[in-house]
């Protein structure tokens, strides 16, 4: 039987309906104030190591997890630390190995035995992934938003890297295709690990000159063809490259493991490209952001990485985005 409308149905839906009109918020794109979303995301932070008391003033303002960046524990440590979570009511979600140089001849050995070491501290914390970054180039490359890489689509070498003549580029590509080469060989060694651990690698590229664009980045991420290789992805690492929407988009929710979440201001008159400014003060819409987690259907973490507020303050916040509302705090520095 279908419902009959009533007068307070009417009045209801006009009153959101003008909400929706006149909403423009500092940062977020015009929507309803009041958006349910099918998808769930969780809230952390990242620490250097297992602190209880930590741990405990974390949960108490009701974040849920953290991503350690000291790796370099031994298993029967890690162990521990996994206790003390459980205890204090935090997921140990994650585990930072960050940045290596697979692409170095002179430390692609000692890098790859650290990642190793990384994915069974995580299996031992209960973690699901470890972050890496494979390898770095001082070569920039052209400016940020400059760059449209024209790629082979089967082995992932590049022809070239932007519109007209690419000749200044030259050592740049070479660079690059090194760099997915060195990747490959040691992922080789790295995979079976992984596997056996039960943790999935997320490669992450951050400002380290390489897969600067967000169909490069996804195309090389799914190259390796494996369930324990994903994307970790970093929503405001990327703006100067392209739109985080575009970079959501372009992995999908079959390629992101995890997701991490500062801000950037975009300024062309920098050599940067800009500043990571407090979150809700930079070029990305959050809204916009959270619509497009929502529409590729991304479940999962969201780890802070920026300071300007307080714990209480980034709960606040981590509310306020994953409810798609405007941020309702400032930033405290």
Request: hydrophobic share 40%.
């Amino acid at each position: 039987m279908q419902r009959q409308w009533t007068r307070r149905d009417f009045m209801t839906t006009t009153a959101l309906g003008a909400v929706a009109a006149t909403a423009n918020w500092n940062g977020f794109s015009t929507a309803l104030a009041a958006e349910e979303y099918k998808t769930k995301l969780r809230s952390a932070f990242i620490l250097p190591k297992v602190d209880r008391k930590r741990f405990e003033q974390l949960a108490a303002v009701g974040i849920e997890g953290v991503e350690i960046s000291g790796w370099d524990v031994d298993v029967a440590a890690a162990r521990e630390g996994r206790k003390i979570a459980e205890e204090t009511g935090i997921n140990i979600h994650s585990v930072m190995r960050g940045w290596t140089n697979f692409n170095n001849p002179n430390s692609a050995k000692a890098d790859v035995e650290s990642v190793k070491k990384a994915l069974a501290a995580a299996a031992a914390f209960g973690a699901t992934a470890i972050l890496l970054v494979p390898c770095r180039v001082g070569n920039p490359g052209p400016k940020p938003w400059d760059f449209k890489i024209d790629f082979d689509p089967k082995t992932l070498m590049v022809k070239s890297v932007c519109e007209g003549d690419n000749a200044p580029f030259a050592e740049y590509i070479k660079l690059q295709n090194e760099a997915t080469d060195a990747t490959y060989r040691c992922m080789e060694e790295l995979i079976p690990v992984a596997e056996a651990e039960g943790v999935t690698i997320g490669i992450e590229n951050v400002w380290n000159n390489l897969w600067c664009m967000p169909n490069f980045y996804a195309a090389f991420v799914r190259s390796f063809g494996h369930e324990r290789v994903k994307a970790y992805f970093d929503l405001g690492n990327h703006v100067k490259y392209a739109k985080t929407e575009d970079w959501l988009r372009a992995c999908g929710k079959d390629l992101l493991v995890k997701l991490h979440i500062k801000d950037f201001k975009v300024d062309k008159s920098k050599g940067a490209g800009g500043d990571f400014v407090p979150i809700g003060k930079g070029s990305i819409d959050w809204k916009s952001v959270r619509d497009c987690i929502e529409e590729i259907g991304y479940n999962g973490w969201v780890t802070q990485e920026a300071g300007g507020y307080t714990d209480k303050s980034y709960a606040q916040i981590f509310a306020d985005f994953f409810a798609g509302k405007p941020f309702s705090v400032q930033p405290d520095a």
